[in-house]
């Protein structure tokens, strides 16, 4: 797993701190709600240092979910369980029985994205509440004063330096 992810190294630490490497093992479930609670509070931990916290990468998702006062419903089911219960059904009856309980999120959702589709209808079953109804309620805020930085280069120089990571990964 480090090798395939590119985790970065003590050299490429450079003294340098960082959180949130290996906190959970490839098996272990880890949810953007987990993700959430455990970087607000590496990030109180930080600023109370009198620190600059700074996130780099991750998904859209999550990087949203700690920036954002999103709030993520307890769900009381078990993913596993869940996956049980459909196991059955094909993508397209998921999909189908999503578009049931809650069809805002369906056109949201790719009908093969099977594991957002039976994330959706789990969050639905566990809670009596449609994802959409949830995502409509929040605000979407800001909860810390933030500088987003990205970063874009030509696809061409892109796909060097991609070729040229995965060339190093393997070595």
């Not at 970087?39 to 996130?55: G, N, T, Y």
């Not at 949203?64 to 006062?69: C, E, G, I, S």
Request: with cysteine; proline share 2%.
């Amino acid at each position: 797993m480090d090798i395939g992810t590119a985790k970065v190294t003590v050299n490429e630490m450079d003294g340098v701190v960082h959180h949130l490497i290996d906190v959970r093992d490839p098996d272990e479930t880890y949810s953007v709600s987990d993700f959430q609670t455990t970087v607000r509070d590496c990030i109180k931990d930080i600023s109370s240092r009198h620190k600059m916290p700074i996130i780099v990468g991750g998904t859209g998702l999550y990087i949203k979910a700690v920036l954002y006062d999103y709030v993520f419903e307890e769900s009381s089911s078990d993913h596993a369980r869940m996956k049980k219960k459909y196991q059955e059904n094909t993508d397209d009856e998921l999909y189908a029985h999503l578009k049931e309980v809650d069809a805002l999120s369906a056109e949201e959702l790719h009908p093969h994205n099977r594991q957002r589709v039976l994330r959706a209808i789990e969050i639905f079953e566990s809670t009596g509440k449609r994802k959409s109804e949830i995502l409509e309620n929040q605000k979407h805020e800001l909860l810390y004063d933030v500088m987003p930085i990205g970063l874009t280069l030509e696809r061409s120089v892109l796909y060097e330096r991609i070729n040229q990571r995965v060339d190093m990964m393997v070595q």
